[in-house]
C-alpha cells in the first residue's frame, strides 16, 4: 500500500517556474514506478510524466518534453516535476501515481495508487 499528497501548487504567471512534490508513506516506493498526470474540468485525466523506480528512465508527454523534468528522492520517499516556461495551456489539476510494475507508462490505468491533486494555475 503506498499513500501519496502532492504540493506546491499554486498560482504563477506564464513563464515561470513551479515544482511539485510528492511525499510517499509505505514500504514498497523505492520499487514503484511514479508518474505525475493532470486534469482539467470537463476532460480526461492526461499523462505528464513517468519514471522507473531508480530514475534510471523517464518518459514524457509531448506537450511537456524540454519544460518539465520529473525526479525521485527514494531516501526522502518523494517524487517531484519541475515545471519550467509555464503557458496557461498547463493550468490543471496535477496528480502524483504509483505503479507496483517497474515499466514506465502513460496509462492512467496502470497507475495503482493516487493522490489528492494538487492545482496549478499559469496566468497569461
Known amino acids: 500500500q503506498v499513500q501519496l499528497v502532492e504540493s506546491g501548487g499554486r498560482l504563477v504567471q506564464a513563464g515561470g517556474s513551479l515544482r511539485l512534490s510528492c511525499a510517499a508513506s509505505g514500504r514498497t516506493f523505492s520499487t514503484n514506478t511514479m508518474g505525475w498526470f493532470r486534469q482539467t474540468p470537463g476532460n480526461a485525466r492526461e499523462f505528464v510524466a513517468t519514471?522507473?523506480?531508480?530514475?534510471?528512465?523517464?518518459y514524457y508527454a509531448n506537450s511537456v518534453k524540454g519544460r518539465f523534468t520529473i525526479s525521485r528522492d527514494n531516501a526522502k520517499n518523494t517524487v517531484s516535476l519541475q515545471m519550467n516556461s509555464l503557458k496557461p495551456e498547463d493550468t490543471a489539476v496535477y496528480y502524483c501515481?504509483?505503479?507496483?510494475?517497474?515499466?514506465?507508462?502513460?496509462?492512467?490505468?496502470?497507475?495503482?495508487?493516487w493522490g489528492q491533486g494538487t492545482q496549478v494555475t499559469v496566468s497569461s
Open positions: 501515481a504509483a505503479r507496483t510494475a517497474n515499466i514506465l507508462s502513460s496509462r492512467e490505468s496502470d497507475y495503482d495508487y
Open positions: 519514471i522507473t523506480w531508480n530514475g534510471g528512465s523517464t
